[in-house]
C-alpha cells in the first residue's frame, strides 16, 4: 500500500493518483506477493475458447497481465482499462522491456505477446475508462475473466456491490488480486507505530472517486458480495514482504504514511508523526528496516447453476 497502500509516492495512493515510477518501484513486491496457486485454481473454470478475454480494470501500466497471462497460458485477449492515458500509453513499453527480459516475443503492430512453451498468444487492447463514473457501460459482454489488481480498496462499497452483481449476472470468473488489508509490521518496531497506521487506515475510507472507499475492508465485502452471488471464493494473503535492501519503496511508503496520517489526524499529533518519520527513515538508511504490508488476493468462481 501507499498511503493507498497500493499506490504512489509523489502523487500518491493517499489522494488515489499513481504515477508509473510509483508502479514500478512497487512491482517487484507485488510480484513476490501474490498466492500463486489461484490461477491455478482458476484455469480449469475459464471458458473453453478460441480465446479467453480477459477485462482487466484500472490496469496501470499492465504488471497484471504481466504476472497473470504467461500462468494462464493459450490464447487471450486483454482489454485493460484505466482512466489515466499517461500510464496506458505506458502499457506497451512496459510490456515490451518485460518480454525482452522474460524471452517473450511482443509484435507492435498486432500488439501482441507470444510465447512458443508453454504456449501463449496474447493480443492486448487499452482503453481510457472512468470506472467510476461509466460503470454502467463496463464492456463485460463476452469477458471469461474479470481481474484487477491493487484495485479494490479505493472503491465505494455500492460500487463493488454493484460490480459482483454485474459478474453474477455474466456468471464471469473474477480474480481480484493485492487489495490492501490494514495490516502492517514493522521490524524494528517502534511504540507509535500503531498510531500511525491507525491514522493511515482512517484515511483510506477518503473517497477516491467512487464514493467513500473500503480501504482495508474492501476484501471482507467482495467475499460477501460473492458468496452471496453464489461465487465460490478462495482467498490468500499476498502481503508486501518489503526486505532491507528496498530502500527506495521502504522510505516511499513510510512518506506516504506519514502525509496520510498528518491529514488524518488531529494538528497535536502531527509533530509526533513527522518525528516517526524521521526516526523511521533512518532506519531505512542504516539498512536495519523491514516491513511487511497485508494484502489479500481473492478468486472467486461462480458455482454450477
Ligand atoms: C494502485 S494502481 C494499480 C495499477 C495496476 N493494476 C497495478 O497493479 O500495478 C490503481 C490504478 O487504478 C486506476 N484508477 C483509479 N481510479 C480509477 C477510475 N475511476 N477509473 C479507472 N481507473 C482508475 C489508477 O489510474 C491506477 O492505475
Same mark, same amino acid.
Given at each position: *500500500?501507499?498511503? %493507498? +497502500?497500493?499506490r504512489?509516492?509523489?502523487? *500518491?495512493?493517499?489522494l488515489?493518483?499513481?504515477?508509473?515510477?510509483?508502479?514500478?518501484?512497487?512491482?517487484?513486491?507485488?510480484i513476490?506477493?501474490?498466492?500463486?496457486d489461484?490461477?491455478?485454481?482458476?484455469?480449469?473454470?475459464?471458458?473453453k475458447?478460441?480465446? &479467453?478475454?480477459?477485462?482487466?480494470? =484500472?490496469?496501470?501500466?499492465?504488471?497484471?497481465?504481466? !504476472?497473470?497471462?504467461?500462468?494462464?497460458g493459450?490464447?487471450?485477449?486483454?482489454?485493460?482499462?484505466?482512466?489515466?492515458?499517461?500510464?496506458?500509453?505506458?502499457?506497451?513499453?512496459e510490456?515490451?522491456?518485460?518480454a525482452?527480459?522474460?524471452?517473450?516475443?511482443?509484435?507492435?503492430?498486432n500488439? %501482441?505477446?507470444?510465447?512458443?512453451?508453454?504456449?501463449l498468444?496474447?493480443?492486448?487492447? +487499452?482503453?481510457?475508462?472512468?470506472?467510476?463514473?461509466?460503470?454502467?457501460?463496463?464492456?463485460?459482454d463476452?469477458? =471469461?475473466?474479470? +481481474?484487477?489488481?491493487? &484495485?479494490?480498496?479505493?472503491?465505494s462499497?455500492?460500487w463493488?456491490?454493484?460490480? #459482483?452483481?454485474?459478474?453474477?449476472?455474466?456468471?464471469?470468473? *473474477?480474480?481480484? +488480486?493485492?487489495?490492501?488489508?490494514?495490516? !502492517?509490521?514493522?521490524?524494528?518496531?517502534?511504540?507509535f507505530?500503531?498510531? !500511525?497506521?491507525?491514522h493511515?487506515?482512517?484515511?483510506q475510507?477518503?473517497?477516491?472517486?467512487?464514493?467513500?472507499? &473500503?480501504?482495508p475492508g474492501a476484501?471482507?465485502?467482495l467475499?460477501?458480495?460473492?458468496?452471496?452471488h453464489?461465487?465460490? !471464493?478462495?482467498?490468500r494473503?499476498?502481503?508486501?514482504?518489503?526486505?532491507?535492501?528496498? %530502500?527506495?519503496?521502504?522510505?516511499?511508503?513510510?512518506?506516504?504514511?506519514?502525509?496520510?496520517?498528518?491529514?488524518q489526524?488531529p494538528?497535536?499529533?502531527?509533530?509526533?508523526? %513527522?518525528?516517526w518519520?524521521? #526516526?523511521?527513515?533512518a532506519?531505512v538508511e542504516?539498512?536495519?528496516?523491514?516491513i511487511?504490508?497485508?494484502?489479500?488476493?481473492?478468486?472467486?468462481?461462480?458455482?454450477?447453476?
Amino acid at each position: *500500500m501507499q498511503a %493507498r +497502500t497500493s499506490r504512489a509516492p509523489s502523487r *500518491m495512493c493517499a489522494l488515489g493518483d499513481f504515477d508509473a515510477d510509483w508502479l514500478r518501484l512497487r512491482a517487484p513486491a507485488d510480484i513476490r506477493a501474490r498466492a500463486p496457486d489461484l490461477p491455478l485454481l482458476l484455469r480449469p473454470h475459464l471458458p473453453k475458447g478460441p480465446a &479467453l478475454k480477459v477485462l482487466d480494470l =484500472g490496469c496501470g501500466t499492465g504488471s497484471n497481465l504481466r !504476472v497473470l497471462a504467461p500462468s494462464l497460458g493459450g490464447t487471450q485477449h486483454w482489454l485493460c482499462l484505466d482512466a489515466d492515458d499517461d500510464l496506458l500509453k505506458r502499457v506497451a513499453i512496459e510490456i515490451r522491456a518485460w518480454a525482452e527480459a522474460t524471452g517473450c516475443d511482443w509484435d507492435p503492430r498486432n500488439q %501482441r505477446i507470444t510465447q512458443a512453451e508453454p504456449h501463449l498468444s496474447c493480443t492486448l487492447e +487499452t482503453r481510457r475508462f472512468d470506472l467510476a463514473q461509466s460503470s454502467a457501460d463496463l464492456p463485460i459482454d463476452g469477458v =471469461g475473466l474479470l +481481474t484487477a489488481s491493487a &484495485l479494490l480498496d479505493l472503491v465505494s462499497e455500492a460500487w463493488l456491490c454493484d460490480l #459482483v452483481a454485474r459478474c453474477a449476472a455474466v456468471r464471469v470468473p *473474477m480474480l481480484m +488480486t493485492l487489495t490492501y488489508d490494514g495490516r !502492517v509490521a514493522f521490524e524494528p518496531e517502534l511504540s507509535f507505530d500503531r498510531d !500511525v497506521i491507525d491514522h493511515v487506515n482512517r484515511h483510506q475510507g477518503r473517497d477516491k472517486g467512487f464514493g467513500p472507499a &473500503l480501504g482495508p475492508g474492501a476484501n471482507a465485502r467482495l467475499a460477501a458480495f460473492a458468496t452471496a452471488h453464489g461465487y465460490w !471464493v478462495e482467498m490468500r494473503a499476498s502481503d508486501w514482504r518489503i526486505g532491507r535492501s528496498e %530502500r527506495a519503496l521502504q522510505a516511499a511508503l513510510i512518506r506516504s504514511w506519514c502525509r496520510a496520517a498528518c491529514e488524518q489526524a488531529p494538528d497535536a499529533e502531527t509533530a509526533a508523526i %513527522r518525528h516517526w518519520q524521521r #526516526v523511521r527513515l533512518a532506519v531505512v538508511e542504516q539498512g536495519c528496516s523491514r516491513i511487511r504490508v497485508g494484502h489479500r488476493d481473492l478468486l472467486a468462481i461462480p458455482r454450477p447453476a
